[in-house]
């Protein structure tokens, strides 16, 4: 779900996003990302070549648009732990770029075998291309234990 929030009370009794935050966690939903983050520089130092509320990350942050999505692993939402449902946010956190929530909810689907192992052919598109080369999961997920093996 996709929710603009507001930082400062913009509007006399307007929810902020601590107050919206608050609600969402209640319903099931975790805060997953800002979608988008606009903001304002004081006219003491404004921002060259832009206007006063800007996206830019060196403002100061007024108002959002965030993600929150159930997730479906945690046992209060088994219930939404369906192949569909499944498949459906994992594309939902494709198109967000989250592709490694995107992969994780896959993952658990096959270890259920709630879907098939065919579904590794739809990896290649969440992988992050490697030093200019698309790679599949199984080497991605080997370099990644190198290069954490390496940091050791």
């Given at each position: 779900m996709e929710i603009e929030v507001t930082f400062n009370e913009t509007h006399n009794g307007r929810?902020?996003?601590?107050?919206i935050d608050y609600f969402m966690r209640n319903k099931g939903f975790y805060f997953l990302k800002f979608v988008q983050i606009y903001g304002f520089?004081?006219?003491?130092?404004?921002?060259?070549?832009?206007?006063?509320y800007t996206t830019s990350v060196d403002a100061t942050p007024i108002a959002a648009d965030v993600l929150?999505?159930?997730d479906p692993l945690q046992t209060k939402n088994i219930k939404y732990f369906t192949r569909?449902?499944?498949?459906?946010?994992?594309?939902i956190h494709d198109l967000y770029?989250?592709?490694d929530h995107a992969i994780e909810l896959l993952d658990e689907a096959i270890s259920?075998?709630?879907?098939?192992?065919?579904i590794y052919d739809l990896y290649s598109d969440l992988i992050p291309a490697v030093f200019?080369?698309?790679?599949d999961i199984n080497t991605y997920r080997a370099l990644v234990k190198v290069f954490h093996n390496w940091e050791k």
């Amino acid at each position: 779900m996709e929710i603009e929030v507001t930082f400062n009370e913009t509007h006399n009794g307007r929810c902020l996003f601590a107050d919206i935050d608050y609600f969402m966690r209640n319903k099931g939903f975790y805060f997953l990302k800002f979608v988008q983050i606009y903001g304002f520089r004081k006219n003491s130092l404004p921002l060259i070549n832009c206007h006063p509320y800007t996206t830019s990350v060196d403002a100061t942050p007024i108002a959002a648009d965030v993600l929150y999505v159930r997730d479906p692993l945690q046992t209060k939402n088994i219930k939404y732990f369906t192949r569909d449902n499944t498949i459906k946010l994992a594309i939902i956190h494709d198109l967000y770029n989250s592709p490694d929530h995107a992969i994780e909810l896959l993952d658990e689907a096959i270890s259920k075998d709630l879907i098939g192992k065919n579904i590794y052919d739809l990896y290649s598109d969440l992988i992050p291309a490697v030093f200019g080369r698309k790679i599949d999961i199984n080497t991605y997920r080997a370099l990644v234990k190198v290069f954490h093996n390496w940091e050791k």
